[in-house]
């Protein structure tokens, strides 16, 4: 229910803002009683037309941190910015993944195909160490947290057999 609207409630603009998305993501979950974390990570894309990476890259935008976090929620493994690699090419990701069975401690951390031909990947960081990840906005964050919260809590009020 968290992601029925997510980006039409944070804004669009967030689509590769891992840092802001897993901020909120660990807000929203925690309000409804679920452990969550930031993981950092690098996630790779495999295709036909060769490999993609988020995170971890050689050429670094200026200003931006060179690497990519996704949320830990028990073994779930959530990545709210894959529109990243739609910067890389026209590739078929969704907008959110939602994997399960990530093994936080291991080389490769989740993966899955969202199409035949592409294999989405989240390995550990290359360099072993993720380095510092960027500190958000905090009034921005709760505002968005506040909000998500909002519409499933609606969500739940709406659904039937409920009083």
Same mark, same amino acid.
């Given at each position: 229910?968290?992601?029925?609207?997510?980006?039409g409630?944070?804004?669009?603009?967030? $689509?590769?803002?891992?840092? &802001?998305?897993? +901020?909120?993501?660990c807000r929203v979950?925690a309000?409804f009683g !679920?452990a969550? $974390?930031?993981l950092p990570?690098?996630?790779?894309?495999r295709?036909?037309r060769g490999n &993609?990476a988020l995170?971890?890259?050689?050429?670094v935008?200026?200003?931006?941190?060179n690497?990519?976090v996704?949320?830990?929620?028990?073994?779930w493994? !959530?990545?709210?910015?894959?529109?990243?690699?739609r910067?890389?090419g026209?590739?078929?990701v969704?907008?959110v993944?939602i994997?399960t069975?990530?093994e936080?401690?291991?080389d490769?951390?989740a993966g899955?195909e969202?199409?035949?031909?592409?294999?989405l990947?989240? $390995?550990?960081?290359?360099?072993?160490?993720?380095g510092?990840?960027p500190?958000e906005?905090?009034?921005?964050v709760?505002?968005?947290?506040r909000?998500?919260? @909002?519409a499933v +809590? $609606?969500?739940? @009020?709406?659904r039937p057999?409920? +009083?």
């Amino acid at each position: 229910m968290i992601f029925k609207d997510y980006f039409g409630i944070i804004g669009e603009k967030y $689509r590769t803002y891992c840092a &802001f998305t897993t +901020a909120i993501n660990c807000r929203v979950l925690a309000h409804f009683g !679920i452990a969550a $974390r930031p993981l950092p990570c690098q996630a790779l894309l495999r295709t036909e037309r060769g490999n &993609f990476a988020l995170g971890y890259v050689e050429e670094v935008p200026a200003g931006q941190w060179n690497g990519h976090v996704v949320t830990l929620a028990g073994d779930w493994l !959530i990545d709210c910015t894959l529109a990243g690699f739609r910067r890389l090419g026209d590739f078929p990701v969704p907008d959110v993944a939602i994997v399960t069975g990530a093994e936080p401690e291991a080389d490769v951390l989740a993966g899955f195909e969202p199409a035949p031909g592409h294999h989405l990947l989240w $390995r550990a960081p290359p360099s072993g160490t993720p380095g510092r990840l960027p500190q958000e906005p905090e009034a921005m964050v709760q505002a968005a947290a506040r909000a998500l919260i @909002a519409a499933v +809590a $609606r969500d739940l @009020a709406e659904r039937p057999g409920r +009083a």
